[in-house]
């Protein structure tokens, strides 16, 4: 490129940024540095950018959506946690894939992730990237006992058996993670209540956990009588996850500046028990849950203010999504009490495949790259960041991974007016026996009732209840842009919808993939 055409680019920059307009930044060859924030259980409606009604404070999240990209079509590959998150780290549905519908509790496993899979840190590492995870695993682990035999049984009694002294197998370190800090499975839920640091528990339990001094109220159900660490304060979790993310990124910035990063935050917020950090307490006017969400949005805040100190938010890609939809107790007490919907204006909510279960928020900031203030109406999934990964990199994704996953890449810079998506494939609580397809507007639901919640037997769900207008359909056909509540099903009046969309199901289970193979030349 010659001079005058150098100084006619800039000058042509400066002129757009002047007038207000957004200029794409020149290509560069610098890898972008990745941050990955996971919430548990946030849903759609829980979010002031998603809902106008929303009755909690979101800002932080709220800022990003101005800065960025807000995705109103974004899924979770399941409709609860384990399987979504085995899906998003290696970009093919969790149901391909022997016990990929479980939901792994205390010391469950072993992991689901296969030891040769290739995976999204294991992809990036290979690229130069030094990878972190912190927070919630929840994919599978094998802990052993004194004689060394695995343990994979997720109740209290195998949490007793735990050999401390022996490393932990399966975990993050063994998928592609250079380092680790956070727990086996829900953080303030499951049997074991202690941080592993890599791959050790360096603060084994000392005890069974003392309830008679956590909060009481309708929000801290989900928490299990299981053995306790000295040093793990269920009240704080989500600051000790947030310190750690932290003082991973100063250390290197401090130690490797010139390597990019990959760093997955996946929090305990907004999981039940609703149990945010005392300095949130009563933070806002729609209870402790609301209090809880409220504490996410600060941890979202505090991470990019941290990149923005070191000098690291001009090249990194910033996304904020969730696993599935708000669970039931949540959006039951929070519209009767607070009068916020979390699942808002979805049918459904966690476990079910209907819209409310799986559609999530989405926010997607990329200085220089994604337009700020951007909206992206395509369907996508979280299955897609592993390709979308590949693409900004230019890396080739072999035929035996990523096998669900498509590019978000085209759509991020605004280059493409339709979903990069053939269709999408949804795993409902029951894994194979309950699948969903979506292809454009239709969506249909190759099984009857919600695929996950009983909304004849549940207290918490009977009043939501909708009856099925094709009781006598084997499935669920219905209309997303004429009917995005999901109130009437459409099977029996276009038959020949549900058998393309059966077909082309089946054609996926047969081949295990949703991308084609590439092409061999």
């Not at 919640?453 to 842009?481: C, S, V």
């Not at 009917?483 to 059966?502: C, F, Q």
Request: glycine share 8%; with cysteine.
């Amino acid at each position: 490129m010659n001079t005058e055409s150098i100084h006619f680019k800039l000058l042509f920059s400066v002129l757009m940024v002047c007038l207000g307009g957004y200029v794409p930044a020149a290509e560069s060859s610098k890898k972008p540095n990745i941050l990955l924030i996971l919430a548990d259980d946030l849903g759609y409606g829980d979010v002031g950018c998603y809902n106008p009604e929303s009755r909690i404070p979101t800002p932080n999240m709220d800022r990003l959506a101005k800065e960025g990209m807000r995705f109103t079509d974004a899924h979770s590959p399941c409709t609860v946690c384990t399987p979504t998150r085995y899906s998003l780290l290696t970009g093919q549905l969790a149901f391909r894939v022997p016990n990929g519908g479980r939901v792994f509790s205390g010391v469950g496993g072993p992991s689901l992730i296969a030891p040769n899979k290739l995976t999204l840190p294991k992809m990036l590492r290979e690229q130069g990237y030094s990878t972190f995870c912190v927070g919630k695993w929840h994919i599978g682990l094998t802990f052993r006992d004194k004689q060394g035999d695995p343990i994979h049984k997720g109740d209290v009694e195998s949490v007793e058996l735990i050999d401390y002294s022996r490393r932990i197998e399966g975990g993050p370190l063994d998928c592609g993670f250079d380092r680790f800090f956070g727990t086996a499975c829900c953080p303030t839920t499951d049997w074991l209540y202690a941080y592993i640091d890599g791959d050790r528990i360096p603060v084994p339990p000392t005890g069974l956990l003392n309830k008679s001094k956590l909060p009481k109220h309708p929000y801290a159900n989900d928490n299990r009588p299981g053995f306790h660490a000295p040093d793990f304060d269920l009240e704080e979790v989500d600051l000790k996850f947030l310190e750690k993310s932290q003082s991973f990124l100063k250390q290197h910035v401090k130690e490797t500046p010139d390597r990019p990063f990959l760093l997955f935050h996946a929090t305990q917020a907004v999981h039940l028990p609703s149990f945010p950090g005392k300095e949130f307490q009563g933070k806002t006017q729609s209870g402790p849950h609301g209090d809880f969400i409220f504490e996410f949005d600060h941890i979202v805040g505090e991470l990019t203010k941290t990149l923005r100190e070191l000098g690291l938010e001009d090249n990194t890609l910033v996304i904020v999504t969730s696993d599935n939809g708000p669970e039931v107790p949540t959006v039951y007490h929070m519209r009767k009490d607070h009068q916020h919907d979390g699942a808002r204006p979805w049918r459904g909510v966690k476990r079910d495949n209907w819209e409310g279960g799986h559609r999530v928020p989405f926010l997607v900031r990329w200085p220089g790259k994604v337009a700020p203030g951007s909206t992206c109406a395509h369907v996508t999934s979280l299955c897609d960041i592993m390709m979308t990964s590949a693409d900004i990199l230019q890396v080739k994704i072999p035929d035996d991974a990523g096998e669900d996953s498509f590019s978000m890449l085209p759509m991020l810079l605004g280059s493409e007016n339709q979903s990069i998506r053939p269709y999408l494939i949804q795993q409902a609580f029951t894994g194979t026996k309950d699948l969903a397809i979506r292809r454009d507007k239709w969506k249909y639901l190759a099984h009857k009732g919600s695929g996950g919640n009983n909304y004849a037997t549940n207290p918490d769900l009977k009043e939501f209840a909708l009856p099925d207008t094709a009781p006598t359909a084997k499935g669920q056909l219905f209309d997303l842009e004429n009917d995005p509540g999901e109130t009437e099903n459409l099977a029996l009046i276009h038959p020949d919808i549900v058998s393309e969309l059966e077909m082309l199901l089946k054609q996926s289970l047969e081949s295990g993939r949703s991308r084609a193979r590439a092409q061999i030349e």
